[in-house]
């Protein structure tokens, strides 16, 4: 910042012919004009005024510098320029990944809404169940459910989001319901597994607290909505949040079961990295999508 405020003591002096003239349009004394210019000569290994007691001159080397110095300012207030637009009338892009379930309900629904609000910034949004690397990947935003071990990002909750235990009453026809999750080991367990996962539990409150079960059953997948179409045509138990199957509840196409161990609920959380609390972009972006997905989940389970 020194050298840009030399740069522009140069300009005014060399516009204004005058030590103290340049000194008043920068508001400060004399001497520190003449050290601000004495500071760039010496950056430059060059002299940029010959100095009289009368007059003062911009050499060969002054009248050279001094058209780069203009357009290197000139540069410099058309940045600042744009970053206080930016402020109000963010643009670019941003890049969002999301769990399908998430993503398919929340997220992608009110993209082309922010669109409208915000025309100049364009939406990159990734479905995926499988955990991302927000910082690897080059995320802006990602939504996740459940608590993600990374002190590095930042956080915001969303929502507290009920999970349940369900299946198709054909399959609950054909092998009963289970009591509670001690049962489930008799059961087929329709899991969400993808590469990296660890070994699938599932974790249910039981009378003398909560308890992980061991799980199996003959499918998997890693995509949470193909689960739920298997668990529809009575291939198998699922655990889901609530907001996931709420319209099949409602259906009575999936039925609760094991109703006397729920499993933990978990939270709708957004993750950011810490640097990009500055940027306008992502702030409305997390802004308008996180206020709309809480209130459409809300509305689409309530009344469960």
């Not at 369900?166 to 999750?181: F, L, M, R, S, V």
């Not at 298997?230 to 199957?245: Q, S």
């Not at 099949?248 to 609760?256: F, I, K, Q, S, T």
Request: hydrophobic share 40%; aromatic share 8%; charged share 25%.
């Amino acid at each position: 910042m020194a050298y840009v405020n030399n740069i522009r003591m140069f300009v005014r002096v060399y516009e204004l012919g005058s030590m103290s003239a340049a000194a008043r349009d920068q508001r400060t004394s004399p001497a520190v004009a003449s050290s601000r210019i004495s500071e760039l000569e010496k950056h430059l290994g060059v002299r940029l005024f010959n100095r009289t007691t009368r007059a003062l001159q911009p050499t060969e080397n002054g009248k050279v510098f001094y058209n780069g110095a203009r357009n290197v300012l000139a540069a410099i207030a058309e940045a600042e320029a744009d970053i206080i637009d930016a402020d109000k009338n963010p643009r670019g892009t941003v890049f969002v990944a999301a769990p399908l379930g998430v993503g398919r309900r929340f997220i992608a629904p009110f993209v082309p809404a922010f669109k409208d609000d915000y025309p100049q910034i364009d939406v990159r949004l990734r479905l995926s169940d499988r955990l991302v690397d927000v910082t690897s990947e080059g995320l802006d935003v990602a939504f996740h459910m459940g608590p993600l071990a990374d002190s590095t990002l930042k956080m915001r909750v969303i929502a507290d989001c009920p999970r349940l235990l369900c299946a198709a009453p054909e399959y609950i026809a054909e092998h009963g319901n289970p009591a509670d999750g001690a049962a489930l080991k008799d059961h087929a367990c329709l899991n969400l597994r993808y590469p990296g996962a660890q070994e699938f539990q599932w974790a249910l409150q039981m009378p003398d607290g909560v308890k992980r079960f061991d799980v199996t059953g003959p499918f998997e997948s890693d995509d949470g909505d193909v689960l739920t179409g298997w668990a529809l045509e009575g291939h198998g138990i699922i655990l889901k949040p609530v907001f996931e199957v709420a319209e099949h509840l409602r259906a009575g196409a999936l039925v609760p079961v094991a109703v006397n161990s729920p499993p933990l609920p978990t939270q709708l959380i957004c993750l950011y990295p810490p640097h990009k609390l500055k940027d306008t972009k992502v702030q409305v972006f997390v802004d308008f999508v996180t206020s709309r997905c809480k209130a459409e989940m809300m509305r689409q389970t309530g009344d469960l």
